[in-house]
Nanobody, 122 residues
Framework: QVQLVESGGGLVQAGGSLRLSCTASGRTFSSYAMGWFRQAPGKGREFVAIINKSGGSTYYADSVKGRFTISRDNAKYTMYLQMNSLKPEDTAVYSC???????????????WGQGTQVTVSS
């Protein structure tokens, strides 16, 4: 069992930055690829970014490529999402998730955090 807790969300103006963190319980953190997903009001869950178990490989949705950076520190059981040049359309609840394989499909993820709200004002 892996428990995930996100932090770092909040309200920011367009063009600003936020860094989200996702901290995992247990020592199996490095056994999982980790992903970020988001869900805006009235919309479905959207893949944002993924990082592999070692942190050596990452992949981003086109909508965030060049603006967001995913990283992880396995020694601290923590994953990060650095979000720069934020836009109003980035407003959503952001959730981290753990997956035994490297996948962008949310159905393949085994564990989820509760989510953190990110609101970008224009």
């Amino acid at each position: 069992q892996v428990q995930l807790v996100e932090s770092g969300g909040g309200l920011v103006q367009a063009g600003g930055s936020l860094r989200l963190s996702c901290t995992a319980s247990g020592r199996t953190f490095s056994s999982y690829a980790m992903g970020w997903f988001r869900q805006a009001p009235g919309k479905g869950r959207e893949f944002v970014a993924i990082i592999n178990k070692s942190g050596g490989s990452t992949y981003y949705a086109d909508s965030v490529k060049g603006r967001f950076t995913i990283s992880r520190d396995n020694a601290k059981y923590t994953m990060y999402l650095q979000m720069n040049s934020l836009k109003p359309e980035d407003t959503a609840v952001y959730s981290c998730a753990a997956c035994r394989i490297y996948s962008t499909d949310y159905d393949r993820y085994d564990y989820w955090g509760q989510g953190t709200q990110v609101t970008v004002s224009s």
